[in-house]
């Protein structure tokens, strides 16, 4: 216990030298936690929202069914199959259709999606109960971003024209049953909703689809033929690639700073090195090994990092935890780039992300503070009493 008390020690009676390089450290701690929190929270954000309201426990695609080609829409749908279907009966499952049509609100022309969903559906969370029809009218039920693009509002109508499964042209006046607020862009930029029902007979699709959309925590998903299953880690794939990109941009700003606070460690214990020869030679007379020595001056060292998690913890707790529960307010016209954020980004800070940083910051401190006392190794206690250093 004689070394650390003894490293403890001087450490302290470094001062303002010690001070400075334990609240730079304690930075790179917050900073660390703080950034790494703020990603993990962004990313079960988008990922709880989009499950919640979009993606359920999984989505069965039509063989010819992808997002991201437009041109594939007129295509991909067909018959629900059976074994689909008997989930969709247990309401275990809920089916949509969808198809190219366009709106022409207050006489301009606007492409969308038109998606059919059942109105009594309870597989997502989502307000498709709007879409109960009544009086031979067909409702509709769209977006804030929608409605801001489109320039509608409950109670408008407006013309929606498509093309029908025989390939022929049609249209038909909607009107705005319900605007919902989401905070997830992929059920509301550009599209309408509309009850499944309704737009099977419109198109001439009946009993078709072009996904399904399965509920959470279903355990038996059935294979089918001409249908393909899309599981929560595929849905989900986007989410995680931008994730890990916003980590390692962040992380290039908390190790610049851990390279400053490292840089003043090593400067510091070459500076301790070079001014305490004597101390060395001296200790080296009353029977202290070379090793001990060289323990001794890496864990003053490697203490810094133990002060600095010591000072991060006066300040770091009390911001982290404010923050935590005030989020951060996201700029007005970032929900128009396609992510599922919301108002507010909330940080989440794991006992690994905390332990994680801390072991990093300690390893790391450890091999700087080890990487100076070499030097010791070739000390002659003669030289040492003397002054030199070779």
Avoid at 1 to 9: D, V
Avoid at 210 to 238: Q, R
Wanted: proline share 5%; no cysteine; net charge neutral.
């Amino acid at each position: 216990m004689i070394i650390p008390k003894l490293a403890l020690r001087n450490l302290l009676g470094a001062g303002l030298r010690t001070w400075l390089n334990v609240v730079v450290l304690s930075l790179s701690f917050v900073l660390i936690i703080w950034l790494q929190g703020l990603y993990i929270g962004m990313g079960d954000q988008i990922k709880e929202a989009q499950i919640d309201v979009d993606y359920g426990g999984g989505q069965y695609w039509h063989e010819s069914y992808d997002p991201y080609d437009p041109l594939t829409l007129e295509d991909a749908h067909g018959a629900v199959p059976d074994p689909i279907q008997n989930k969709i009966d247990k309401g275990e499952a809920t089916p949509i259709l969808i198809a190219q049509a366009t709106i022409y609100p207050e006489g301009r022309l606007q492409v969308i999606l038109l998606k059919g969903i059942d109105p009594a559906q309870t597989v997502v969370n989502f307000p498709s109960q709007f879409l109960v029809q009544e009086n031979g009218e067909i409702p509709a039920l769209i977006g804030t971003r929608m409605a801001k693009s489109a320039g509608l509002k409950i109670g408008d109508k407006v013309i929606v024209r498509w093309r029908d499964a025989q390939g022929t042209f049609d249209a038909r006046d909607v009107y705005i049953a319900q605007i919902m607020k989401t905070i997830v862009p992929a059920v509301d930029q550009s599209q309408i909703w509309i009850p499944l029902e309704t737009m099977r007979e419109l198109m001439g699709m009946q009993n078709e689809a072009s996904l399904v959309v399965m509920a959470k925590d279903i355990e038996e998903l059935p294979v089918v033929s001409g249908w393909n299953f899309k599981s929560l880690k595929f849905l989900l794939a986007d989410v995680e690639y931008l994730i890990k990109t916003k980590k390692t941009g962040g992380s290039i700003i908390y190790m610049f700073l851990l390279l400053l606070a490292m840089l003043a460690i090593f400067n510091t214990q070459v500076l301790s090195i070079f001014r305490r020869k004597k101390e060395m030679g001296s200790m080296m007379a009353m029977g202290f090994t070379r090793g001990k020595i060289i323990q001794l001056f890496t864990l003053e060292g490697a203490f810094h990092s133990v002060l600095a998690g010591i000072v991060a913890a006066i300040y770091g707790i009390p911001f982290l935890v404010w923050f935590a529960k005030k989020g951060w307010a996201m700029p007005e016209g970032y929900d128009d780039f396609g992510i599922a954020l919301g108002e507010k980004l909330f940080p989440i800070y794991t006992a690994g992300l905390v332990f994680g940083t801390v072991m990093l910051i300690l390893i790391v401190t450890t091999i700087v503070s080890f990487l100076p006392t070499r030097k010791i190794a070739k000390l002659k206690p003669t030289d040492a009493l003397r002054g030199r250093l070779s």
